[in-house]
């Protein structure tokens, strides 16, 4: 037991052996006990503190007990500790050896979940900031919300600098979403007001054909036209504000409006002028005539009114016309009678269909009809078109009376449209939200018809202008600024063509140039809004401009684009190259030579890369697969070398030769060259533990039968066949045939001491031994030859068999200190 706990913490070595016959002072087992206690104290005392980790490890190895073993091995988190304390425990601590085993698979386990993670990490960052690139806007928004909740389950674990990395890519794609919705939205508000031009010019030219078909006795309701061309005129100024109109599409709508305007003044100044009118006709129906003055008069209300051509002069301006000297407009020449028979049925049919909508009460339907049968009854000539007028003025009537009773039944809304149109007047709103708000109540309006009411109308119309007065200091700023982004436009146009008009394009950095062209458009777009007819020539000179610096800039990405194309081609090459190491170290060459080319577009860029990396990527998986199948091999060669080692570990000191040789011969068949380091070390160091018990077991035989010898060797002569084979050519080599001073001389090569009186004859030796120059003999394999010399001329010189019992005793004792050195 005493050697065992010397073995373990590991104690000084005794530099020289005693004697057999002086066996050392064993403690009594009440003091081992005690000492074991002691130590169990002191360890435990240890334990309870803060140790360091190499206190730990030694605890783990030399623990007194087993729970201080475990207890200090459980609390080791050093990969080098864990390690160091693995192998010293193996084949010795089970419990310890499984306890750091454990702990190291754990801490791999753990340094491999980490490395995931932080490669998740990096693949999730690299996807959104490729997102942030891509041209594909399919799923945009859907993609970046699957990349958000992957990195929200791996977000703890980024760096600042990568969490910083990937929001900053987020952030460049919810801008892109942004802008992808701005787009949309303005797409959107684009085709509405398409729509709405579109609706406003049918409406024009509708109206102005029922103008052109108005019976000359029924003059039109002046604010029925007023309303419908303030109504039209903002909507046609909502349906192009901001957006892009075709020059015919705005001549349409100027040419109707004109014609309405030019329409609606001839209407309004009739209405004033109405009594005038009415006294100058009378005097045609007079017996006197008219005066000069008078005359002259109807000729200016005549020029005043202008009335416009192509529409049905009223009837109340002939008498006017008739006073002002100017004759009647001619009637159109009549079709045959036969067309004129077939025009009055059609204008029967027409009527009957109106009585029938009339008494449906479809408003629409009815003025449709009216229309139709009023451009018929026209066609018709006077001796056709007299058995229809009464019936036309009843229907006409009876029109204007469901009108009105439409009317009525729309008065409430109305009403409800002017109190809303009021309370909106008194709100504090955004400008541009109670714009908008403005406009919808106009088009609720507009939807209900108008209104025949005037007061009602201009209530409605002062509501209107009232809540629109907020608005216009709002938008007479933006108006301002709109000219100063035009100007600001200007100036980049101005900053763009020195710029081109001094590049020296042989010598120009054309990454420079690159951002003076993605700096202009994004400059050029941040100046918004602009007046869209003030920007048309501007953004004329812009285009121009961009083209000139387009042009070498697109020449000098192709050139480029076919440099990485070549690249390209020389990585798929080095695919299937052999030998691999060259193949990789071309692949690295070629991504430098990638980076030092200059600029690219973008998506011919993207797929060149895409190409290049594929290719790259098959080129170190090669390596990757042959490192793999290595490490499989190696693993498969470990755990083989482990179930080795784990069945010569039960191999000790107290094992026979043969079971040593079999474990030796087990540890041969290890193929070394496929083993890890750390295996391949613990199959070494094994062999050399076991060669040296079996070095030890062999020297021990030895040494048994040399005593052997030598006690066989005082009762009588030796037979030269029992002794070693070699020692017959030692023999006469002694000195000496003195049995004393031989054994003597064993006692000084084997360092042993000899007995009292024997020392002045010893240092006799000693000094004969030096003046030959012979010493103290260092080299183990002098002195075991040296040994045999003495103990051949023992067995077979005849010394031995002079000396006594005692002299071989002390010989055998010098021989037992030789196998323990």
Request: charged share 30%; glycine share 4%; with cysteine.
């Amino acid at each position: 037991m005493a050697a065992f706990i010397q073995k373990l913490f590991k104690s000084r070595k005794t530099t020289e052996v005693a004697p057999k016959h002086r066996k050392a002072t064993q403690p009594e087992p009440a003091e081992q006990e005690d000492t074991r206690a002691s130590q169990r104290e002191e360890q435990l005392a240890t334990l309870e503190g803060s140790p360091s980790q190499s206190v730990l490890a030694k605890l783990a190895v030399e623990g007194v007990t087993a729970d201080i073993r475990q207890t200090a091995a459980g609390r080791l988190t050093d990969d080098a500790s864990l390690q160091e304390v693995q192998k010293q425990a193996k084949g010795r601590d089970k419990g310890v050896y499984q306890t750091v085993k454990s702990a190291l698979q754990q801490r791999r386990e753990e340094l491999a979940r980490l490395e995931s993670i932080s490669q998740t990490i990096a693949t999730l960052t690299r996807h959104a900031q490729d997102q942030a690139k891509s041209d594909d806007t399919k799923l945009y928004e859907a993609r970046l919300d699957a990349l958000l909740k992957q990195w929200a389950e791996v977000e703890e674990h980024a760096t600042p600098e990568q969490a910083q990395a990937f929001l900053e890519a987020v952030h460049q794609c919810k801008e892109r979403i942004a802008a992808l919705q701005s787009a949309a939205e303005d797409e959107k508000r684009q085709r509405e007001q398409r729509l709405q031009r579109k609706e406003t010019l049918d409406l024009l030219t509708r109206t102005l054909d029922e103008l052109k078909a108005q019976p000359p006795e029924t003059l039109p309701s002046l604010a029925s036209l007023d309303a419908l061309q303030k109504t039209q005129e903002n909507r046609w100024l909502e349906a192009t504000r901001d957006t892009a109109v075709e020059k015919q599409e705005q001549k349409s709508y100027e040419t109707a409006m004109l014609a309405l305007r030019n329409y609606l003044s001839s209407v309004r100044r009739i209405t004033q002028d109405r009594d005038t009118i009415v006294e100058l006709g009378a005097l045609l129906d007079g017996e006197g005539d008219a005066t000069d003055d008078q005359r002259e008069q109807a000729k200016t209300l005549i020029a005043e009114i202008n009335w416009p051509e192509g529409y049905p002069i009223p009837a109340q301006l002939e008498p006017l016309r008739k006073l002002a000297g100017k004759r009647k407009a001619p009637t159109e020449p009549r079709v045959d009678q036969d067309q004129q028979k077939a025009l009055a049925n059609r204008l029967e049919t027409d009527l009957n269909k109106l009585e029938e909508a009339l008494e449906a009460k479809q408003l629409k339907e009815s003025r449709q009809l009216f229309k139709t049968a009023q451009q018929h009854f026209r066609d018709l000539d006077q001796r056709h078109a007299k058995p229809y007028q009464a019936r036309m003025q009843l229907l006409n009537g009876q029109l204007r009376e469901l009108s009105d009773w439409q009317g009525f039944a729309t008065e409430p809304k109305q009403i409800a449209l002017c109190e809303q149109m009021e309370y909106l007047a008194d709100q504090p709103m955004d400008p541009e939200a109670k714009a908008e708000r403005i406009k919808e109540l106009q088009n609720e309006w507009r939807d209900l018809g108008g209104s025949s009411d005037r007061s009602l109308w201009s209530r409605f119309k002062a509501a209107s202008d009232k809540a629109y007065e907020p608005c216009k200091a709002y938008f007479s700023a933006k108006s301002g600024l709109k000219q100063a982004n035009l100007e600001k436009r200007s100036a980049i146009c101005e900053q763009l063509e020195s710029f081109l008009n001094n590049a020296d394009w042989s010598s120009i950095d054309w990454k420079a140039a690159e951002r003076i062209h993605q700096t202009a458009r994004q400059e050029w777009k941040e100046a918004w809004p602009v007046e869209f007819r003030d920007n048309r020539a501007v953004q004329k000179r812009f285009d121009e401009l961009l083209k000139r610096l387009e042009a070498p800039l697109d020449e000098e990405r192709r050139k480029n684009e076919k440099l990485k194309q070549a690249i390209v081609e020389k990585a798929e090459t080095l695919v299937d190259h052999e030998p691999l190491q060259e193949a990789m170290n071309q692949a690295k060459a070629l991504q430098g030579d990638w980076q030092a080319i200059g600029i690219t577009r973008h998506r011919e860029d993207r797929k060149l890369w895409q190409a290049f990396r594929k290719a790259c990527d098959q080129i170190f998986a090669r390596r990757d697969a042959e490192r793999t199948e290595q490490q499989q091999a190696s693993r498969a060669a470990d755990e083989s070398a482990q179930a080795g080692l784990e069945q010569v570990s039960g191999v000790s000191e107290d094992s026979d030769e043969q079971a040593i040789t079999v474990a030796l011969a087990t540890l041969r068949e290890i193929d070394g060259s496929t083993l890890s380091r750390g295996v391949r070390d613990q199959v070494q160091k094994e062999k050399q533990r076991l060669n040296q018990i079996l070095s030890t077991l062999k020297l021990r035989a030895k040494m048994a039968s040399w005593q052997s010898l030598v006690t066989t060797a005082t009762t009588g002569e030796t037979a030269s066949d029992s002794v070693p084979q070699h020692w017959n050519a030692l023999t006469g080599n002694s000195d000496s045939s003195d049995p004393v001073e031989l054994v003597i001389r064993a006692e000084i090569l084997c360092g042993v001491p000899s007995p009292e009186a024997d020392q002045q004859r010893r240092m006799e030796i000693q000094v004969q031994r030096l003046a030959d120059g012979m010493g103290s003999a260092d080299s183990s394999n002098d002195q075991t030859q040296d040994v045999e010399k003495l103990l051949a001329d023992w067995c077979l010189g005849g010394i031995g068999k002079d000396a006594d019992i005692e002299l071989a005793e002390r010989l055998n004792k010098a021989l037992s200190n030789l196998n323990q050195t």
